[in-house]
């Protein structure tokens, strides 16, 4: 496992080979933080629902031209229907606002990972064997604790990775990483300081892994009650109408919104008497955390 080399760093021979090692093993653990590829709120109007028609809706010509027919005409928001999107979107909503807590928790700890990363290349350039010599006797204890720490922990991963307990296992692994990470360069004689993984970012990561191995049609389709009551180029229209008019609402300056962005009076009443539920989708929409991209999700509808 990555972690092995680690390990093993208090007891490297003190040469400047040992220590070129010891800074990259420092490198290769940082727990980076990947950004997840968020698909973006398709851009609507006319030529949103035109692209959508030709090119998502399905491959076959004769299917796009067929739903192309069927989006000129502008399928109405009355109060059923915005309840049958609302609902759809629902269990959505959870995984929404995981991203948007990452995706805020983020922006912080990767300017402290790069602090790190730079602190470390600073040591690795500047270590010496009797750096490295005097370390290990000025904080034997520590580094010992350390290695303690680590190998306790390092069990209870692998409890986890044999039960199939992914929460524990993400926790778990960056919790070995950091440890780590601070014994190797406490070992060099250096104060590089790394931090934690955010549980915001990690409960992120743990998202990514569970829709990765899902095989629940559930993450991907509105649900049978949705399909039942609406065409997908209605539910398609009609979930981007939605999330257009929760934007103006905070934003009533949107120009060159086409006719998807024009209510009537009955659709801004019905509409209205959803602004609640509609005002708690509208940051998630704005940082694009509710996604979708384009009608791709609809493609097995």
Known sequence: ???????????????????????????????????????????????????????????????????????????????TRIGLVLASLAPQVKAAQIRADAAAASRAFEEKEKASDACAERAAESVTPMAIAASGRANAARLTALQNQTEAMQRRLEKAIASNDVRARFYLQDSVNVIMRRS????????????????????????????????????????????????????GILRERIALWALLQDTPTLKGLGKEGVFSADEQAALTSHAAEIRKLTPLFKSNAMIWKGWDDLRNW
């Open 184 to 235: 190797a360069i406490l070992s060099m004689g250096a104060s590089c300081t790394f931090d934690f993984t955010p549980p915001a970012v990690i409960e992120e990561q743990i998202l990514e892994a569970q829709e990765a191995s899902s095989h629940d049609e559930d993450t991907t389709f509105p649900g049978e009650r949705v399909r039942g009551a609406l065409s997908r180029v209605e539910y």
């Open 1 to 79: 496992m990555r972690y092995v080399f680690a390990a093993a760093l208090p007891r490297i021979r003190a040469t400047k080979y040992a220590c070129a090692l010891a800074a990259l093993s420092i490198l290769l653990l940082s727990p980076r933080v990947t950004q997840a590829q968020l698909g973006r709120l398709k851009k609507m109007g006319a030529d949103a629902i035109r692209d959508a028609a030709k090119d998502k809706l399905g491959t076959d010509k004769k299917d796009a031209a067929t739903d192309a027919a069927k989006a000129s005409s502008m399928p109405v928001l009355d109060d």
